[in-house]
């Protein structure tokens, strides 16, 4: 079991910029460094959505259309823990926002890679508040 813990969160202005950092830990049958990591948020009475991954193999990343461009997922260098960095924020992505872990940031079924729900994510962190707003 991998324990995850989130931090970073807290208020910024429209067209500001915030980076999260998710501090993994614990043991694990597969190596720590080969695990995914993805940066989830959820606000109140939405579905949890995610925003970007990054692969245990290779530390590849992917983002949701949303925020491609603007946020940056990456991997310290000891492999312990995984930033996002969100830059020219919106206030309609005031939500907690989360870290978790899985095996892979794809699926691939149906002859085509899909991105992982959050169903498939084994490991989680508490989560950390991130508000928008002027």
């Known amino acids: 079991q991998l324990q995850l813990v989130e931090s970073g969160g807290g208020w910024v202005q429209p067209g500001g910029s915030l980076t999260l950092s998710c501090a993994v830990s614990?043991?694990?049958?597969?190596?720590?460094?080969?695990?995914?990591v993805a940066w989830f948020r959820q606000a109140p009475g939405k579905k949890r959505e995610r925003v970007g991954c990054?692969?245990?193999?290779?530390?590849?990343?992917y983002y949701s259309d949303s925020v491609r461009g603007r946020f940056t997922v990456s991997r310290s260098d000891a492999k312990t823990t995984v930033s996002l960095r969100m830059n020219n924020l919106k206030p309609e992505e005031t939500a907690v926002y989360y870290c978790a872990t899985a095996t892979s940031c794809h699926l691939y079924v149906a002859g085509e890679y899909r991105p992982r729900s959050a169903d498939d994510y084994s490991n989680w962190g508490q989560g950390t508040q991130v508000t928008v707003s002027s």
């Open positions: 614990g043991d694990s049958g597969l190596g720590l460094e080969r695990y995914a």
């Open positions: 990054i692969s245990g193999a290779d530390d590849s990343t």
